[in-house]
């Protein structure tokens, strides 16, 4: 393989360094480009709103748009990914290729399509961000917990706003029952407490991703960890302590610290896109209860001998987390159906355009 002189310098940036670069990118961009008759550079998405991009490239922060055979995939560029890029000396740098990606954050859309939209990509680590106010929702911290095993990045639990709770940490305990395995922190960035731990995940070049409720305080507790503001904040409703949206699009910021934190629009309801390995991982209390079970395809709903069941009657797990936990199972077992048939349908038509090209090559060997 051709190493090209230009892609050292890239390598050798300062800033791209300071994004996270490194010599496992450095060769995966490298088998990437190799294969493309441009000359193309790696670059980081730090910004994306539909098909806007900005991207931190060797020499800086520029806009980009994707190329044609990009737009035309079904694998866009998600905040965090390392693309190669054409970086013309001025004006936009056109996105063409994806360098395959480390670790992915990802739901499904909204709505009715099966199809995986990534909301990070390349994060060491995943804040499940929640507040101690009106937010509180241990259900809803198991569907993040959830969503945030499948990314294989480490999920880490925030909880925010302990200034507003008269014992956040009872509530804390609490949330433990609904992420045994995963280490949570209580923070204050109205008073500046509990952050201090949080700075362990944001050493130089590494990455983390916040997924949380509007008004959970995700933002705030990026100004707040940076030391100055960069992302604007809003208040929530008066009542029920929702908030009005006001990060609109996903953005991976440098602290002055020299971490890398990636800022998201609050999401209430979150579609699941993740197999069932990332729900045993989230409720792997259920699944060593499952393993006393007396009948091997036991489903703990009435069958005689059932360890789950006895759990919850004697109060180690609770009614709720079961219930949360079944209605996960089907949502993933649906979506598994769903994303076969998508895959049949996509095969079908790919063996139509087959069948397409060898009817016209049969045409024009008659002709
Ligand atoms: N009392 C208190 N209020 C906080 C704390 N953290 C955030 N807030 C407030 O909560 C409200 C929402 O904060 P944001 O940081 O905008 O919330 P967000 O999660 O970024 O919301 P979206 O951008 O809509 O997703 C603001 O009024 C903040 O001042 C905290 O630790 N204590
Ligand atoms: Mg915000
Ligand atoms: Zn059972």
Request: some cysteine; glycine content about 8%.
């Amino acid at each position: 393989m051709h190493s090209s002189p230009a892609r050292n310098e890239s390598t050798d940036s300062s800033l791209l360094l300071e994004f996270g670069f490194s010599n496992t990118w450095a060769r995966r961009f490298d088998e990437l480009s190799s294969s493309f008759h441009e000359h193309l550079e790696p670059a980081r998405v730090v910004f994306e709103s539909r098909e806007h991009y900005r991207v931190v490239t060797a020499t800086g922060e520029r806009e980009a748009r994707l190329a044609g055979r990009l737009r035309r995939g079904e694998d866009l560029p998600a905040v965090g990914d390392w693309v190669a890029a054409e970086v013309p000396a001025d004006g936009i740098c056109r996105l063409q290729a994806v360098v395959p990606r480390q670790t992915r954050l990802s739901r499904k859309v909204a709505g009715d399509q099966t199809r995986e939209q990534v909301v990070a990509a390349n994060i060491d680590t995943v804040f499940l961000v929640m507040g101690l106010d009106g937010d509180y929702n241990l259900r809803r911290l198991e569907r993040f917990a959830v969503m945030a095993e499948e990314s294989g990045a480490d999920p880490v639990v925030v909880l925010t706003k302990s200034d507003l709770h008269a014992d956040a940490a009872g509530a804390r305990i609490d949330a433990q029952t609904s992420a045994p395995a995963l280490p949570i922190y209580t923070v204050s960035s109205l008073l500046d407490e509990g952050l201090e731990p949080l700075r362990a995940f944001l050493a130089a070049g590494r990455t983390v991703a916040m997924i949380g409720s509007s008004g959970a305080g995700k933002s705030t507790l990026l100004n707040r960890l940076n030391g100055a503001e960069v992302m604007r904040t809003g208040a929530v409703r008066e009542g029920d302590d929702r908030g009005r949206h006001t990060t609109t699009h996903r953005q991976l910021v440098r602290l002055s610290g020299g971490g890398l934190l990636v800022d998201n629009p609050g999401v209430r309801e979150i579609q699941l896109w993740a197999e069932e390995t990332a729900l045993a991982a989230a409720f792997d209390d259920i699944e060593s209860f499952a393993s006393g079970c007396r009948f091997n395809d036991c489903r703990h709903l009435d069958e005689p001998g059932c360890r789950v069941l006895e759990a919850v009657r004697s109060g180690e797990l609770e009614a709720g987390r079961l219930d949360n936990w079944r209605e996960m199972e089907k949502e993933l077992q649906h979506l598994e159906r769903r994303r076969d048939v998508a895959a049949m349908r996509r095969q079908d038509k790919q063996t139509g355009r087959l069948y397409k090209r060898i009817q016209a090559e049969k045409r024009n060997r008659f002709r």
